[in-house]
Structures are given as structure tokens and as C-alpha cells.
């Protein structure tokens, strides 16, 4: 596939202080199919900008809107 730039999957990162370990779980499970469409796409939006060649990662950050107190 070469000169062509594709997105292949999304994985979720949390730190967990108790254990002092990052836990990934794949593929995300709060993405909805329309979040992960518009962050593969924007990925390989930043991928191209650069003209990066190879493979790599693009990684984004997310704060979640509402924080329950319960």
C-alpha cells in the first residue's frame, strides 16, 4: 500500500494510580462509531500535513464532559 495513508484501529489509555500501570483496552468502548470515524479521519489528515512516511501513531486526548459525584 504504499503512498497511501489508512487508519487501522483506536485503543483506549488510562493510568491507574493504585497500581501505578497504564491499562489499554481495544478498541475503545466510549467511542461511538461516528467519534472513531472523525478521529481516523483526522489522523490521517495530520499524517499527510507532515508527509510522514512509515508507520506510527497519532494519539488524542479526550476530557469527558460530565463527571458524576455519586
Do not use: H, W
Request: a positive charge; charged letters at 20%; glycine letters at 6%.
Amino acid at each position: 500500500m504504499q503512498g497511501n495513508t489508512v487508519y487501522v484501529f483506536d485503543r483506549e489509555c488510562a493510568f491507574s494510580a493504585a497500581i501505578k500501570r497504564a491499562i489499554e483496552e481495544a478498541p475503545s468502548a466510549v467511542l461511538t462509531p461516528a467519534m472513531r470515524k472523525k478521529m481516523g479521519e483526522a489522523a490521517v489528515d495530520v499524517v499527510k500535513s507532515v508527509k510522514y512516511v512509515g508507520a506510527g501513531t497519532v494519539e488524542f486526548c479526550s476530557i469527558p464532559t460530565a463527571i458524576s459525584t455519586s
